[in-house]
């Protein structure tokens, strides 16, 4: 069945939070702390070793249910409902949005057209296990006999940006494969990746769903040309897979069919590293950490589906981002880690939610008259406080920020884990606290410039009142990076069905292929 189709801002909830931003002078966080002691505790959600602390917004009670009115009122848990039980609620290609049942480990059936899609997905996820065994043991031979030293990517967007960002983020886990990404139509970038790599031990990975991704085709056409510069034809099979769900396409390339991951089309780009496309994942990390990924993305849909509104992590993430997005007019959320291992997070998130969200048309097919899929950057801190965190701080723009961080490091580098983390608690507490004049000219006066008071106070004034969301793993794991993935793949689902819009197609891309296909042919 069909999501339903109802447009956010014809009900009552919308009609009251537009009401209560129009009414209320600014809403004051630190007046909000000062009525309600218990405001942190009451606005934080924690979840096995996840914690959420949502404190700091400009939330009030009224404000809050409100929220969770409107998702009531559009009758979000129908859409719920419907994600997980395989309705094709991708509409415009009459599809099915099933990623969750990649890491199901309910051991329940679930129906796609009368078939159980579960039996696939395990046969996939069997056929990776023994194919990484193979590989990681060295049991699998490259062209000459040699075992794999090297594993190469070739994949762009969905096909890209999730293997290459979990791979950089649990590099601590990893085995001794080297792994590398190939996405760029860029022959430049093709030629860097593959000048010191040796034919006879590199295995190439070509991930496209469709198989007819130009970036991707032609960087697997370059590399293979390269290959065949030391290797015959019938050496492929010893050193090419694929993963794709164009089988004929990918034996046309001369890839064997033992070689071929499969994946379906219920399974979006964007949301496909929890299929074969994380074979890379599973290579570079052993199967078991993969597995463990794909638990933790499990325990998230578990908290999703059963949790209250008022309790569910990813509704209350999108919840906040809508109050925002759609009633002060904020365009873009920051997104920042406090861990190098996430510095590919921000373009992961980049796609997920841009290309999901990024559409001006309801469920009606009408042009919507309210504000849909905000603009996400970010990076990871401290980097950024010595970078853009000044425009947040003290610039013109209200920035909602999502800070991501982690109790315990991994090398357990004291010395350094409590200073990132009291950067990342100070940033967020430096956001909300803001520094007053009374405050500034106090600081000033008992300063070396006491005398130059009146021609610096006016800079040294931090308005405050910025919002921002406290996200805290245990430790960063593959299970705990698991369940933020899909804490935010949820959020955008919520975002998108609450704005009423389609977020599993992306024809926005498009127009720009086709224009560059033109300019080819001339
Ligand atoms: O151009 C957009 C897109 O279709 C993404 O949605 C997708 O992740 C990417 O291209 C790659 O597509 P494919 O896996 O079919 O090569």
New binding site residues.
Partial sequence: MALKNINPTKTQAWKKLSDAYNSTSTIEMKSLFRQDNNRKEKYTIAYNNFTLDFSKNRITDEIFQYLIDLANETDLADGIQKMFSGDKINETENRAVLHTALRSFSGKEILLDGTNVMLEVKETLEKMKNFTNDVVSGKFKGYTGKSITDIVNI?????DLGPRMVVDALQYYKNHLKTHFISNIDGDHVMETIKNLDPETTLFII???????QE?LTNALTVKKWFLQSAKESDIKHNFVAVSTNLSKVYEFGIDKDNVFTMWDWV???Y?MWSAVGLSISLALGFDNFKQLLKGAYEMDNHFKTAPFEKNIPVVLALISIWYNNFYNTDAEVVIPYSQYLSQLVPYLQ?LSM?SNGKSVDRDGSSVAYQTGNIIWGNTGTNVQHAFMQLVHQGTKLIPVDFIGFDESLYGNEDHHVKLMANFYAQSEALYLGKTKEEAHLELKLSKNHDKIGQLLPFKVFEGNKPSNVLVFDKLTPKSLGMLIASYEHKTFVQGYIWNIYSFD?FG?ELG?EMANKLLKN
């Fill in positions: 994949g762009i967007g969905g096909s991930v496209s769903k469709t198989f007819t991704t991707t979006g780009g964007r496909s796609q290309e992306q891309v292929k």
